[in-house]
C-alpha cells in the first residue's frame, strides 16, 4: 500500500459514494446510464470473487464488501425503486459490443488458464471500457447534471491515480502487471475530453455541464 493506491481507493469509493447519494437524495436517476452501473456491478462480482478464497487484510476486504454493497444498491435504486425516472431511451448503447470482445480477450489474454484468474482479467479488461455507455448517454442527451460530472471526475481521479501507484511500485518494487496497466490507460484516456470540460466548465460555476451534440 502507498498513497497513490490509497488515494486512488478513496476517489474511487468517493465516486460511487456521489452517485449513490444523487440518486437516493433526489430520488431519481435521471442522467444516469444504468447500463454502466450493472456493468460496474459485473466488473466487482468478477474481481471479488476471491472474497470467498483468499484474505488479504481487513481493509482489503472491507474495501471489496463496500465497492459490491453500493454497486448492487445502487443498481436496485436504479431499475427498481427509482425506475420511473430512468432514461431508457438515452441509455441505450449496446452492452454486447463491449462484453463479448472483453470476454473473448479474457480467455486469450491472461495469466493463468484458470476460472478465478480468467474472471479477475475479464473484470480488468471490463473496467477500462465500463463508463462508455454513460459517457454515450451524456453525448447523446448534450449535457450532465454537475453532480454526474463530479462522478465521473472521481472515477477518473481514481484511474490517474492508479497509473501513478503503478509507476510507484515499478520504480520502488520492479513491479508490473502489463494487463493492468494497459487496461487503466486505455480507461484514462476515455476520460480525458471529459475534464478539459469539467475543468472549463463545471468548475467555473454552471450547474449542468453542456456538450455538443451528436450530428
Not at 449496446?94 to 486469450?108: D, I, K, M, Q
Not at 493492468?180 to 484516456?189: D, K, N, R
Request: proline fraction near 2%.
Amino acid at each position: 500500500m502507498n498513497v497513490f493506491r490509497l488515494c486512488g481507493d478513496v476517489s474511487h469509493l468517493v465516486a460511487i459514494i456521489i452517485l449513490f447519494m444523487k440518486i437516493w437524495r433526489s430520488k431519481s436517476c435521471a442522467g444516469i446510464s444504468g447500463k454502466s452501473q450493472m456493468l460496474f456491478a459485473l466488473v466487482f462480482t468478477a474481481r471479488y470473487l476471491d472474497l470467498f478464497t483468499s484474505f488479504i487484510s481487513l481493509y482489503n476486504t472491507i474495501m471489496k464488501v463496500v465497492f459490491l454493497s453500493l454497486a448492487y444498491a445502487t443498481v436496485y435504486l436504479i431499475y427498481i425503486r427509482f425506475r420511473s425516472s430512468y432514461d431508457s431511451d438515452n441509455d441505450s448503447f449496446r452492452v454486447e459490443f463491449l462484453l463479448v470482445p472483453v470476454a473473448g480477450l479474457s480467455f486469450l489474454e491472461n495469466y493463468a488458464f484458470t476460472p478465478l484468474e480468467i474472471l479477475w482479467t475479464f473484470s480488468i479488461y471490463l473496467e477500462s471500457v465500463a463508463i462508455l455507455p454513460q459517457l454515450f448517454m451524456i453525448t447523446k442527451t448534450g449535457e450532465a447534471e454537475s453532480i454526474t460530472t463530479h462522478y465521473l471526475f472521481f472515477l477518473g481521479l481514481y484511474r490517474a491515480l492508479y497509473l501513478a501507484n503503478w509507476v510507484y511500485r515499478y520504480n520502488t518494487e520492479g513491479f508490473f502487471d502489463q494487463i493492468a496497466v494497459v487496461s487503466g490507460v486505455v480507461q484514462t484516456i476515455f476520460y480525458c475530453d471529459f475534464f478539459y470540460l469539467y475543468v472549463t466548465r463545471v468548475l467555473r460555476g454552471n450547474a449542468k455541464m453542456s456538450l455538443p451534440m451528436p450530428v
